[in-house]
């Protein structure tokens, strides 16, 4: 993802209306959000193509995409140099991230002020022949960012299941085949399992299990949920079960299934 701005980046898998998404983000402003001074979001929506090759867009498309995040970062840029920066009317943008789903590709900026007609007629000569809107509003306390891009309380669970899945590769386990995989969380208390329990049901096909441990969050539901292992399928019910599960008071605990077509077959 193209930006001035260093960042730790992420790319992660969601499901949001039934629809399978992409998003991309930059991990390290978690830590420094709110950013006080860029309390206005801009979103730029570009229409792209999805066929069974490019599910999100193709190539050619992310290399629109990244030019459009240049392109709006040195525009910005040129328009706060000189005197303007002296006087203390500069502008200043940061890009967060940007969700993806068939047809429509979005990215998301901070500003500190609104980017302004004759920057957005500018940025259409840097992306000649391509549609594209683009629309803001006041977000002082960031939830755009920390509420749609970053996964939150799921981040941690998403990088255990890259591990894991990295593992399995090693192994030879065939990612792509369906199989029953176990997801399992625990509560802090048993108010809060049943809380979860209650809440619209499980929102899966699922079989269900509660059971008590040891430790702090003792108090276990297993959810056997039958999908593949590649990261589109697997990491939605992740992000959907930890970001759940943290609502009342409860973690994400990690998932297990057999492996399919390698070494052995187990947990």
Not at 62 to 79: C, F, Q, W, Y
Not at 84 to 89: A, D, E, I, P, Y
Not at 100 to 115: D, K, T
Not at 194 to 220: K, N, P, S, V
């Amino acid at each position: 993802m193209a930006s001035d701005e260093e960042g730790r980046w992420e790319r992660y898998f969601v499901r949001d209306g039934g629809h399978l998404l992409s998003v991309v983000v930059d991990l390290d402003l978690h830590a420094r959000a709110p950013m006080a001074d860029l309390p206005l979001v801009t979103r730029f929506v570009f229409p792209v193509e999805t066929d069974d090759t490019y599910r999100f867009f193709t190539p050619d498309e992310g290399d629109v995409l990244d030019r459009a995040v240049a392109a709006v970062e040195t525009l910005v840029s040129r328009a706060s140099g000189g005197l303007r920066r002296l006087l203390g009317g500069a502008n200043a943008v940061r890009f967060v991230g940007r969700r993806s789903r068939a047809g429509e590709s979005q990215l998301f900026f901070y500003c500190r002020r609104p980017l302004g007609k004759a920057l957005l007629t500018e940025l259409e000569d840097y992306l000649p022949g391509r549609d594209w809107s683009c629309g803001e509003r006041e977000d002082p306390g960031w939830s755009t960012y920390l509420d749609t891009l970053h996964p939150g309380p799921a981040l941690t669970a998403l990088l255990a299941t890259r591990a894991q899945l990295d593992s399995r590769r090693r192994q030879g386990d065939d990612l792509g085949v369906e199989r029953v995989v176990d997801h399992v969380l625990l509560f802090r208390d048993e108010a809060g399992r049943q809380a979860f329990l209650d809440d619209a049901g499980t929102g899966h096909e699922a079989e269900l299990q509660t059971y008590e441990t040891e430790g702090d969050h003792r108090w276990a539901v297993e959810l056997a949920i039958s999908h593949a292992l590649v990261p589109t399928e697997v990491e939605p019910y992740v992000v959907a079960l930890a970001q759940r599960a943290a609502r009342f008071s409860g973690v994400y605990d990690g998932w297990g299934a057999l492996v399919v077509g390698g070494q052995s077959a187990s947990h």
